[in-house]
């Protein structure tokens, strides 16, 4: 089978889906902030670097945790990675822009994302989305810290070259005195 | 054995890494960097689904064997992607210049896979060298519509470096 379907549609992928609708939902209610460009860039870096963290360490020859119901590759593996994953980040960021955040309130505004994904990553334990092995919820935290300092890394390396993203969009008028 | 495989490994992915100042410098960062990410995606996805769910292939089993294995999927692959990516941006070369410089990276690719089971790291089962360079095409040619659907975004939203 080239990709596995659940084993039972039951509480994780329930909790996927819900998770999903809920995230998408905030971030296009929220007014747009970002181009299509930087949040296809958002995109891809979350995707890339879920991936490959599961990959490495959530295959064997680790298997710290398993995703999902199987060990195998499934639907719902891809839908995490692709639908549900990314919009947390951009969620991320769109605060992080909003609050035009630098220097330590940076650095407290990561730590706490880090937390509330940590209290979301224990949620989706008790759903059996991820079933730990060797692996602790308190190993994640300093995960999530690395991986939204990466965000924000690929939205400063963005700016650079469209120098347009980062102004707020509430204040029209930086826009217009940046063009 | 395997640890001097694994510091072979290891050795081809720092020449590949620095190769990238080489591909930087030649190519806009965002789409090297987009190439990157999306290539290795669609590497490892592919490579789940075969070893994983097909068991077409089967990695062997052993934390020096996996980074001897892993380390390759990572940075080599990828980058010889990158390489086999640069010629399509580019408009000094031909139609025949062209498809001999993606052979090249095509093939180079092909023979890290063959490395992988001539040093035993992977088990094969139902695969072949032919396998494995249409599978490499065919993530070249995915990743080229993908960049390129991304230059046009970038020309539209107007992103400098073009």
């Known amino acids: 089978m080239i990709l596995f379907p659940p084993a039972v549609f039951d509480s994780n992928e329930w909790f996927i889906v819900a998770a999903s609708v809920l995230v998408w939902t905030v971030s296009l209610a929220l007014p747009k902030r970002f181009s299509l460009f930087t949040v296809v860039c958002i995109w891809v870096l979350n995707i890339y670097l879920a991936q490959t963290t599961d990959f490495i360490i959530g295959k064997v020859p680790y298997e710290l945790y398993q995703v999902n119901d199987y060990s195998e590759y499934e639907y719902f593996d891809v839908f995490l990675y692709i639908i549900t994953y990314p919009p947390a980040a951009y969620l991320m960021l769109e605060g992080y822009d909003r609050w035009r955040l630098r220097g330590s309130k940076a650095v407290f505004y990561v730590l706490a994302c880090a937390l509330v994904t940590i209290g979301l990553e224990r949620v989706s334990v008790a759903f059996r989305v991820f079933t730990y092995d060797s692996w602790r919820l308190a190993y994640s935290y300093p995960t999530y810290v690395l991986v939204y300092s990466l965000n924000i890394g690929m939205l400063r390396l963005v700016r650079r070259y469209h120098p347009l993203q980062g102004l707020r969009a509430d204040r029209p008028e930086q826009r217009q005195g940046r063009l | ?162």
């Open chain 2, 1 to 162: 054995m395997p640890t001097v495989y694994l510091f072979i490994s290891i050795a081809i992915c720092m020449l590949c890494l620095s190769s990238l100042m080489l591909l930087y410098r030649r190519m806009h960062p965002l789409i090297l960097l987009h190439g990157y990410f999306v290539g290795t995606i669609l590497m490892q996805q592919s490579f789940a689904v075969l070893s994983l769910n097909l068991h077409y292939v089967k990695p062997v089993l052993g934390l020096q064997a996996f980074w001897a294995f892993k380390l390759p999927g990572l940075f080599v692959q990828p980058i010889l992607l990158l390489w086999g990516l640069k010629p399509l941006f580019s408009r000094k070369h031909g139609a025949g210049a062209k498809l001999c410089l993606i052979l090249i990276p095509l093939l180079l690719m092909t023979a890290v896979d063959a490395g992988m089971k001539f040093t035993g790291f992977v088990a094969v089962m139902h695969w072949n060298a032919f396998f494995s360079a249409l599978r490499y095409a065919l993530i070249l040619l995915a990743d080229w519509a993908y960049l390129k659907l991304l230059q046009r975004l970038m020309r539209a939203e107007e992103v400098s470096g073009l």
